[in-house]
C-alpha cells in the first residue's frame, strides 16, 4: 500500500492575458499586451491581485479577457522567470510590445 501523503502538491499558478493603459482613455493603438503569472487561491483573487499589481506599476487601465491555469512549468524562455517568480508568491507582469 502506498502513501500518497509525501508528493507534494504543486501551487496552482494563474495566466492572465489583457491589455493595460498608461494613460485614461486610451485606445487600441496605446495598448501595452500583458501576460500576468501568479499564484492564487481561486479566479476571483488571481483577478483581485492582478489589479493590484498593475496599478501599483502606474497603469491607469486594464482590460483582462483571458484567465487560465498553468498546467506545469512552461516551456517558452520568456515565461520561464514569471513562473519562477509566480511560485515564490510574487505577481510577475510580462508586457510586451
Known amino acids: 500500500m502506498s502513501n ?3 508528493e507534494t502538491i504543486e501551487p ?4 492572465l492575458v489583457g491589455r493595460v493603459w498608461e494613460e485614461e482613455d486610451g485606445d487600441a493603438e496605446t495598448a501595452i499586451p500583458v501576460h ?6 481561486d479566479d476571483d483573487d488571481a483577478v483581485r491581485r492582478s ?9 491607469v487601465e486594464a ?5 487560465g491555469v498553468m498546467d506545469g512549468e512552461p516551456d ?4 520561464e522567470a514569471a513562473y519562477d517568480d509566480a511560485l ?5 507582469v510580462i508586457r510586451f510590445g
Open 4 to 6: 500518497d501523503n509525501d
Open 12 to 15: 496552482t499558478i494563474y495566466i
Open 36 to 41: 500576468i503569472l501568479l499564484r492564487a487561491a
Open 51 to 59: 489589479l493590484n499589481a498593475l496599478s501599483e506599476e502606474g497603469f
Open 63 to 67: 482590460e483582462l479577457d483571458q484567465i
Open 76 to 79: 517558452e524562455d520568456i515565461y
Open 88 to 92: 515564490a508568491g510574487n505577481v510577475s
